[in-house]
C-alpha cells in the first residue's frame, strides 16, 4: 500500500480495504488495514463514531456491517470507510480516479 502525503508534507492515517472496492460489502470477506505514522500497536479504530474494540490491532477481518475509521498517534484519523450487509452493492475501485479515468463498476447481487 502507499500513503499518500498532506499538503504540509506530513505523513496521514490510512485506512486500507481489501478486496479493494467500496463501498466494502460484509460477504466479500474484508480485511481493514490501518497505516501510519507512529507506532501500529497504539491503533485505535472506531465503529459508527463510538470507540471500537480492536485496540492495539492496525488489521483485522470485519465480522459487521458499520462505518470504520482508524486513528493513529502522530498521523491522526482517517477517512472513513463503510462495510454494508446489502444484498445489492455498486461498488467502485477503492483507489484515487481523477477525471477522465476510465474505471470499472461492479454490480454486486
Given at each position: 500500500g502507499w500513503c499518500p502525503?498532506?499538503?504540509?508534507?506530513?505523513?496521514?492515517?490510512?485506512?486500507?480495504?481489501e478486496p479493494p472496492?467500496?463501498?466494502?460489502?460484509l460477504w466479500d470477506r474484508v480485511t481493514l488495514t490501518c497505516q501510519g505514522s507512529g507506532t501500529a500497536?497504539?491503533?485505535?479504530?472506531?465503529?459508527?463514531?463510538r470507540?471500537?474494540?480492536?485496540?492495539g490491532l492496525?488489521?483485522?477481518?470485519?465480522?459487521?456491517?458499520g462505518t470504520y475509521m482508524c486513528d493513529r498517534p502522530g498521523s491522526?484519523?482517517?477517512?472513513?470507510v463503510m462495510v454494508l450487509d446489502d444484498w445489492l452493492v455498486l461498488q467502485v475501485p477503492a483507489w484515487p480516479l481523477l477525471e477522465g479515468d476510465m474505471m470499472t463498476l461492479?454490480?454486486?447481487v
Open positions: 502525503l498532506s499538503p504540509a508534507g506530513v505523513q496521514t492515517t490510512q485506512l486500507l480495504v472496492w467500496r463501498p466494502a460489502v500497536g497504539a491503533t485505535t479504530w472506531y465503529k459508527d463514531g470507540r471500537w474494540g480492536q485496540e492496525n488489521r483485522f477481518i470485519v465480522t459487521e456491517s491522526g484519523l482517517s477517512l472513513h461492479r454490480c454486486r
